[in-house]
């Protein structure tokens, strides 16, 4: 259930506090008091968007928070879990909202930060909302389909339906892919064909665009190589003022050296290490400046191949890895427009195969469906009598379609509302105000067969008075004794039938209006119902009649 919920700064509300109880909570008061707003909190609680304009006037942002206490939070869990949030403790979920007039808004589950996306998911286990503007909803075929497959359980059904149409689409789209004018085909194949012989001819497999440059870059510079390589090795060695005799004239003045300074005694070897050394690398430089030769056409050659790489790569790809990978792509293009007709004439088999596959799934779905209208028509006819709909009818009609995504049947459901007459589309022929009651109707129906704890009916009763209130109240607290409900009415012939009874006011205070909501019993509720009955001035008739509705001594 919904137990606590705390707005600030929302439209009017300053800050308000409410305390939910299990079973039907009634919310009543004048109009334009700010009964929406808990409506409008909730949503925000649910994932809807957030609108900075419903931020308190001088505010900079508005915080929604709401607490649910849940005998299980099985389904929850495996969402916040997937979510990487932290599960539900001892059956608890916390939700905090925060919408900032910057535009920088927050959302909290269980103490750590969330997305719209998980509070929708997280919603549609927590709370059904139906508002004044969802009415019309029960009048479209898609809600009305969904209503058929809740009643009947049929989620495997859908999902097995499902997952053949999504094969057959995905075939058919592979064919597409491949179908085409023949000409344009052809053409294509031209195409590629070239490419990959010109890829082919540039022998792209055994290139290594890293040593072509380096063997450019030394046979393009060959004779400067060697001048460097010479000029080196007489540094080191030829010259008269080499380093190695420069080496050698040191070395003679060690022994006497060493005579006059103990530790000078090895210096003798580290010379003489140092001279081997330069002879080593005398012969390095100039064996590897010997080996460099000027060829002239082995560089018109690089120069040829380095040329015919960069062409290819302007077409191609950035690199040789790139370049072999668009002709291993080009290859597989080719063999498939090669074998284009067989791989047609495979596709149409297996499109044929799974159309099978469709038509039987959604053949099953058919009769299932069928067999739950008729269940779930006499389920909601008993309601609608409860509903005051004395002698009233209602059918489930199910026409054949072309498969789409959620099988092969337009539903559609028909009402005859009075005796003697023809089931009729309920598009058709109902007015708003028998809608309302078809809807809770139905929602009383679906009650015994979802998990949702909380049903929350904003002016479920529009449009009725009278009986047809008091009946709607009972049929909500019927609901409410498996559900918790949360109903704002305006009848109180629904108001006398809630458990828990709140009242919403406005009043001034420093120039500012505020809401308030506080819930009422006793006497207080009594003078509400009677408010209600017959506007601001209490008459003692009213009050009776008030207390009377309410079971109250006199």
């Known amino acids: 259930m919904l137990s606590n919920l705390h707005i600030r700064n929302l439209a009017i509300v300053d800050e308000v506090k409410v305390g939910f109880s299990p079973g039907l909570n009634v919310i009543t008061g004048e109009t334009g008091a700010g009964k929406s707003m808990l409506a409008d909190a909730l949503n925000l609680i649910l994932g809807e968007r957030a609108d900075k304009s419903i931020i308190r006037s001088g505010e900079t942002q508005c915080q929604v928070e709401a607490l649910f206490s849940l005998a299980s939070t099985a389904a929850l869990d495996s969402v916040l879990e997937e979510a990487g949030l932290s599960p539900c403790d001892e059956g608890n979920l916390i939700i905090r909202r925060i919408v900032a007039s910057s535009g920088a808004g927050k959302i909290i589950v269980n103490d750590s930060p969330a997305t719209v996306q998980i509070l929708k998911r997280l919603g549609m286990l927590l709370v059904d909302m139906h508002g004044p503007h969802e009415h019309q909803s029960l009048l479209d075929p898609t809600f009305q389909r969904d209503v058929l497959d809740a009643y009947g359980h049929l989620t495997a059904a859908v999902e097995a339906y499902a997952t053949v149409y999504r094969k057959l689409l995905d075939l058919q789209a592979d064919r597409r892919a491949i179908d085409g004018p023949d000409q344009e085909t052809a053409a294509r194949l031209d195409m590629l064909r070239f490419q990959i012989t010109e890829l082919d001819a540039a022998d792209l497999e055994h290139t290594d665009e890293d040593a072509l440059r380096q063997e450019h870059l030394q046979n393009a510079n060959a004779a ?8 080196i090795c007489n540094a080191l060695l030829e010259e008269d003022a080499s380093a190695f005799n420069a080496l050698a004239v040191a070395r003679r003045s060690i022994p006497e050296l060493a005579e006059l300074i103990p530790d000078g005694r090895g210096w003798a070897d580290e010379i003489e290490a140092i001279s081997v050394q330069i002879k080593e690398l005398a012969a390095a430089v100039g064996a590897e400046a010997r080996r460099i030769e000027a060829d002239p056409e082995r560089l018109q050659w690089l120069e040829d191949r380095m040329a015919l790489l960069q062409k290819l790569k302007r077409k191609y790809g950035a690199d040789v890895p790139a370049m072999l990978a668009f002709l291993e792509q080009a290859r597989q293009q080719a063999r498939d427009l090669e074998t284009r007709g067989e791989r047609l004439q495979a596709l149409d088999a297996q499109i044929a195969e799974a159309l099978r596959g469709v038509e039987t ?81 139905v929602k009383t129906v679906l009650a015994g067969h979802d998990r949702i704890p909380v049903l929350f009916f904003d002016e479920i009763d529009a449009n009725l008075g009278g009986e047809m209130g008091n009946a709607v109240g009972r049929k909500l607290a019927e609901v409410a004794g498996s559900h918790q409900v949360i109903c704002i009415t305006h009848l109180p012939q629904v108001a006398v039938h809630g458990a828990t009874h709140f009242v919403v006011a406005k009043a001034v205070q420093d120039g500012r209006t505020r809401t308030s909501i506080r819930p009422i019993q006793g006497d207080t509720r009594a003078e509400e119902v009677a408010r209600m009955l017959g506007g601001k001035d209490l008459t003692s008739v009213t009050l009776r009649h008030a207390r009377e509705m309410l079971h109250l001594p006199a």
Do not use: W
């Open 224 to 231: 400067r190589i060697i001048e460097l390589g010479d000029a």
């Open 361 to 441: 799934a959604g053949g099953m779905l058919t009769r299932e469906r069928r067999t739950c209208s008729t269940a779930l028509a006499k389920a909601i006819t008993v309601q609608l009598h409860d509903l005051g709909f004395s002698h009233a009818r209602f059918g489930v009609t199910i026409n054949p379609c072309p498969p789409s995504a959620y099988g092969m049947d337009i539903i559609d459901y028909a009402f005859s509302p009075n005796p003697g007459e023809t089931l009729r589309s309920l598009k058709d022929i109902a007015s708003s105000g028998e809608i309302s009651r078809v809807m809770l109707a």
